[in-house]
C-alpha cells in the first residue's frame, strides 16, 4: 500500500512569490492535515480538510491557504512569501476524523524562501 | 486548550540503556496521547497511541508508554537502545472533535556506541 506522497521534495522561492504544495493521501483516507515544522518552532497545525471541506484551521494568516480536491488529494497555498514561511511542511492523512484515528505522514516538502 | 511539555531537547544515553523520554500533558477532557518518531530527511512515524484502553500501551521498536493521569504523564521507555534509535520524538495531544494533533516540541535522541 503506499503511503502519503508529497510534491515537490523541495521548494526554493523569493519574498513575495507564492507556493504550491501538493498531497496525495493514503488510499481510503478521506481527512488530510497540513503542518509546519519551522526551525526551533517544533511541528504546528496548519489546515485540515475532510470530504472537501476545510474543517479546521491553525493559528496562521489568511495567506496561508488550501484545498481538498474530489479524489482526496490536498494543495496547500502560500501567497505572499516571508523569510519565516521557510520550514518543513507534512501532509498527514487518516481515515474519516476522530482523535484516536492515526495520521499517517508524509515526507514533506522543504520549503526555502530567499 | 491542550497542550504538550516535553522536558530535555537532547537526550544522549548509551548503547543498551534506558531510554526515557518525558512528556506531560495538560487538557480539560481525557486525552487521546501519541508518541511519534522522526528519522533525518523523513516524516513521522507512529510508534504508540494511547485510546484509554489500557494504561501501559506496547508499540513498535521495543517502545512502551504509560498514561498516568494523576500526574498527567505520558513518557516513553525502552529498556535497552539500539543505536537505530537515534532520531527525534514527538509527543502529541488530541481529543475528541478537535483532531488535530497538538506537538511538543521534540526530544532529540542520541544512542552513543
Known amino acids: 500500500e503506499a503511503g502519503v506522497t508529497q510534491s515537490p521534495t523541495h521548494l526554493i522561492k523569493t519574498r513575495g512569490q507564492q507556493a504550491t504544495l501538493r498531497c496525495s493521501p493514503i488510499s481510503g483516507h478521506t481527512s488530510v492535515y497540513w503542518y509546519q515544522q519551522a526551525l526551533g518552532l517544533g511541528l504546528q497545525f496548519l489546515l485540515w480538510y475532510d470530504e472537501g471541506e476545510e474543517r479546521n484551521r491553525g493559528n496562521f494568516p489568511p495567506r496561508f491557504s488550501g484545498r481538498q480536491f474530489p479524489n482526496y488529494s490536498s494543495e496547500l497555498n502560500v501567497n505572499a512569501l516571508e523569510l519565516e514561511d521557510s520550514a518543513l511542511y507534512l501532509c498527514?492523512?487518516?481515515?474519516?476524523?476522530?482523535?484516536?484515528?492515526?495520521?499517517?505522514f508524509g515526507p514533506g516538502t522543504r520549503l526555502t524562501v530567499l | 486548550a491542550q497542550s504538550v511539555t516535553q522536558l530535555g531537547s537532547h537526550v544522549s544515553v548509551s548503547e543498551g540503556a534506558l531510554v526515557l523520554l518525558r512528556c506531560n500533558y495538560s487538557s480539560s477532557v481525557p486525552p487521546y496521547l501519541f508518541w511519534y518518531v522522526q528519522y533525518p530527511n523523513q516524516g513521522l512515524q507512529l510508534l504508540l497511541k494511547y485510546t484509554s484502553a489500557a494504561t501501559l500501551v506496547k508499540g513498535i521498536n521495543g517502545f512502551e508508554a504509560e498514561f498516568k493521569k494523576s500526574e498527567t504523564s505520558f513518557h516513553l521507555t525502552k529498556p535497552s537502545a539500539h543505536m537505530s534509535d537515534a532520531a527525534e520524538y514527538f509527543c502529541?495531544?488530541?481529543?475528541?472533535?478537535?483532531?488535530?494533533?497538538?506537538f511538543g516540541k521534540g526530544t532529540r535522541l542520541s544512542v552513543i556506541a
Open positions: 502529541a495531544v488530541s481529543r475528541a472533535g478537535n483532531t488535530p494533533l497538538v
Open positions: 498527514a492523512s487518516s481515515l474519516a476524523p476522530s482523535a484516536y484515528n492515526e495520521q499517517f
